[in-house]
Every structure is written in C-alpha cells, then in structure tokens.
C-alpha cells in the first residue's frame, strides 16, 4: 500500500479567494496562535495547506480526543461486519474481569450508551483513565455515578472501553482492524496508537498526518464511498454524526452547545467533527461541501481553542461562491509562498546574539528554594547557540538540552521522555526566551531569563500544554556565588 496524497488545486477554483487564505494566515501570526498543520478542502480538493516550522505535514501527531471519532468508526465497522450491536451490555464482553456482584447500572450499560457519552461515567479522563494500573476492569467494576442513557458525562474510560471491546470480537488490536478497513482503503500509512495493557487507549491515543485526518473526514462527508467504493455504511454515519443527546455538563465548549452523537460532536450551522484536547479537530460543513482540520497546542483552558475557532469561522467562510472564481495568479503565488515559509510563532527579536551570553558562559546559578526542586542552571556557550543545564529533584537529575539562535536544535527531551526542538531569543540585551517545543507529546516550555549584571538571573520557566509530560515550573532567582 502506497500513501496517497490529496489533490491541491487554487482556492479560486473552489469558489474561494486567495486572499481568504492570505487574511487568515496573517491573523494566525498577529495573534502568535500555535498552529502546528493546517487544511482546508474543498469538493474533494485542498485549497490550502499549511504547516508551522519546525512541523512538517509529513510528521505524526498526536490526536487526543479526536481519537475518540476513528474509535467510533471502528465500532461501526464491527457493527457492518456483524460482529456486534449497540444494544450489548459492556460487561457480556469481559466476564473475565468481574471482580464480584455488580451494581445493576453496571449490567445495563451498553455499546450505545457509551459511543452517546451516557454511560453513567464511571470515570472521566481525570479519574479512571491514567489513575488505575487497569483502566478497562477498574472501569467495568466501578459503579456508574447515575443510571445509563440518561445523562450526558464525558467519560475517557469508556471510550477505552470501546476499543477493548473491538479487540475482543476481532481478535485484533483496534489499530490492526483499522489497517484493512479504513488505513489501507484511504492511503494512509504509518499512523500508530498509544495502548494500555495491550490494548489501544481508545479514547486518545491515534497519532497521525494532518492528510491522514482530512481523509478519515473526507470518507465520512461522502457517506463512506471512498473513490467510487463503499468502505463504510451510510446509515452508520448518519446515526454516528448526528444529535444523539444534549451535552449539558461539559464546560470547555468550542461552539456553543448543538449536541453529541455518537464520539462526534456538532457545531454551528450543521457542521460536524471531532474534538480533540488542545486543538487536534476536523469539521465537515456540509452547507459549503467544506472539510477542515487542524493540530495545534491550544490550551483550552487559556481560551486559546474557541479563539482559535472563532476566528477562523469568522474569515473562512466570509466570501464562498457557489461557483469558481477568476484565478488570480498573483495572490495564489502569495499564498504558496506564506505555505511554504509558516514558522512556529515568536516574539520579536534582537537580531543578533547578546553579549550577555559572555556574563553567563559557564557560571552556575544556585536557584532560590522552589516547588519544582531545581537546585542550579548553567548555560554554556555553543557554536550556535546556548547548552542549557538544570540539575533537579531529590536525586539531582540533569536536564540538558542546546538551543540554536535563529533556528530550531532537534535532540531528544530527557525530562519528558520524548524528543523535540528547542529555540532561544534576545528580546532585549540582558532578556532571553527560550522556547521547547515536543514532538509526540502535546506541550512546550518557555523560558523567560533576565540576565542580571550582578551574578543574578531571574527565571520564569512554564509549561503548555498537556499532562503527559513533566510539567516542571519555575518562577525564582538565581545566583552565582563565584567571584
């Protein structure tokens, strides 16, 4: 199987100006949101497509609660092949596991109940999922909190759930019964999921190529005929993207409150899609045959999403023709050139390197007492930039790393057991910042230091992002006590 790539065309010829794309793009910039991959289709066609250096389109990345959605096509691929209905109790599944009697709200809950988010939540993301060593047997022994199919709950646990009971009546991983049925159909390839005791993390572990979203959302839009062939039923998409419940405990919301349906949610004006934690989305809007999707780190609870949201529907959808356009030559050119040259967004800067960098060379600055425990930072100079060195923790672990001036240092990030991209600045000459980005886990530090003239330095180090990595934080002095 060959990865397929989808066609680009000029928006123009979508009904859509370049401009459109050109405006956006600018807005992105002004106000430093941190896209990583952007697209934009169009009857089938990309009318823009973007990534933010150091990310690439052709890089994996992780999805989060989108996964939730391609969890929820596999179930529909269960429930076209026979193997499965959404009336089946969870726990017939995994007699296996039951610890002792169960509470009746345990014995009715079903499949349907658990894809409408109405499971009783036993647990949520902040609960079950992460906090036990068994998710999926602490999930179907605990109690649900109220009776199923009455209340919306957002519940990771049992999307998990979901994933396990796919394994267990295909005899496959969920990642392995996609790859014939969905990856392979669609040309994509070299997508991975997260697990949890050999078992798929359902609800958040898919990581894929921003092409590789826009195709999975592409197949649904077009009611699961992929070039000419049925890969998955209509009918199940039609009941799967729909309103199956009011969502009425949810307090992080994108677009106001349309409803759930089965791990999809609705937005405005009969669009559709997923959701995933810090902006990893596909929306279908039907009323113009659009598709977008995006990743990003966008914290939800900085507001920085439904910023996000807000202004894209605010500009994208502002000039669509139901017809193509006259092509513009000169804009379209613009617009393939800011494509090609989007760069992950930072604060102004001093051209050159500071001569501050020759005050702190090869000095160890003793951090005052803090909550993250680091005890000192020596920052000694490179050929291109400045190698960072923070001894922390009661073991005195070290956390080095080098940042180019002027560009990213890709290298692998001890503290988070990942690999990523560091970046520093001089905002002013005695002001740095630098910037970590990570590659597999969603988050990125920045660090903000005054580099004092009295063998001082004050530090501001703080994360973005999510709780899968080392969220380390600082805000103190530092001192040299060398002479």
């Excluded at 600018?26 to 949101?33: F, G, Y």
């Excluded at 826009?214 to 049925?230: N, V």
């Excluded at 279908?284 to 949201?309: C, H, M, T, V």
């Excluded at 393939?336 to 989007?342: I, K, S, Y």
Aim: hydrophobic share 35%; glycine share 8%.
């Amino acid at each position: 199987m060959k990865r397929s790539e989808l066609p680009k065309v000029s928006p123009e010829s979508l009904g859509i100006p370049s401009e459109t794309f050109l405006r956006f793009y600018h807005e992105l910039s002004i106000n430093k949101l941190p896209i990583h991959d952007f697209i934009f289709m169009r009857h089938g066609k990309v009318a823009t497509l973007g990534s933010w250096y150091p990310y690439t389109k052709d890089m994996n990345h992780i999805m989060y609660s989108t996964s939730k959605s391609v969890t929820s096509l596999a179930i529909g691929f269960c429930v076209d092949d026979g193997l499965l209905s959404l009336d089946d109790k969870v726990v017939s599944f995994f007699p296996e596991l039951i610890t002792g009697p169960l509470h009746e709200f345990n014995q009715m809950r079903t499949i349907r109940n658990v894809l409408m988010m109405a499971g009783g939540e036993t647990g949520d993301a902040t609960s079950i999922d992460r906090s036990y060593p068994n998710w999926l047997k602490t999930y179907l022994n605990t109690p649900p909190r109220v009776k199923p199919g009455t209340l919306y709950g957002y519940d990771s646990a049992g999307t998990h759930a979901l994933s396990a009971i796919v394994q267990k009546v295909t005899g496959m991983k969920m990642v392995d019964y996609l790859q014939g049925k969905l990856f392979e159909p669609l040309g994509i390839e070299g997508v991975y999921w997260e697990e949890q005791m050999g078992i798929n993390t359902g609800s958040r572990g898919f990581h894929c190529k921003i092409e590789d979203i826009a195709k999975i959302a592409l197949l649904i839009h077009q009611k699961g005929i992929w070039e000419g062939k049925r890969i998955i039923s209509e009918r199940w998409l039609e009941e799967a993207t729909k309103k199956q419940i009011e969502v009425t405990n949810f307090t992080s919301f994108v677009d106001g409150n349309p409803g759930y349906g089965y791990q999809f949610w609705r937005y405005r004006d009969g669009a559709y899609g997923s959701k995933g934690h810090g902006g990893q989305m596909f929306i279908i809007y039907p009323k113009y045959d659009i598709i977008w999707a995006f990743q990003a780190n966008l914290e939800d609870q900085f507001g920085r999403l439904s910023e996000f949201i807000h202004l894209a529907w605010n500009i994208l959808f502002e000039h669509i023709s139901d017809d193509p356009l006259p092509e513009n030559p000169e804009a379209y050119q613009k617009l393939l050139d800011v494509e090609r040259t989007l760069q992950f967004p930072l604060p102004e800067e001093m051209d050159a390197r500071s001569g501050a960098e020759d005050r702190v060379n090869g000095k160890k600055y003793v951090i005052a007492k803090n909550d993250a425990q680091i005890h000192d930072l020596v920052m000694t100079k490179t050929e291109r930039g400045l190698q960072f060195t923070f001894t922390y923790g009661a073991d005195s672990k070290v956390w080095q790393f080098e940042a180019f001036h002027k560009d990213w240092k890709y290298q692998n990030m001890s503290i988070t057991d990942d690999h990523g991209w560091a970046r520093y600045l001089w905002r002013n000459d005695d002001l740095l910042e630098c910037v970590i980005l990570l590659k597999e886990k969603l988050g990125s530090y920045r660090m903000i230091l005054y580099a004092g003239q009295d063998n001082s330095i004050c530090i501001d180090l703080f994360p973005v992002g999510w709780r899968d990595f080392n969220r380390i934080k600082l805000f103190g002095m530092g001192y040299c006590h060398e002479e």
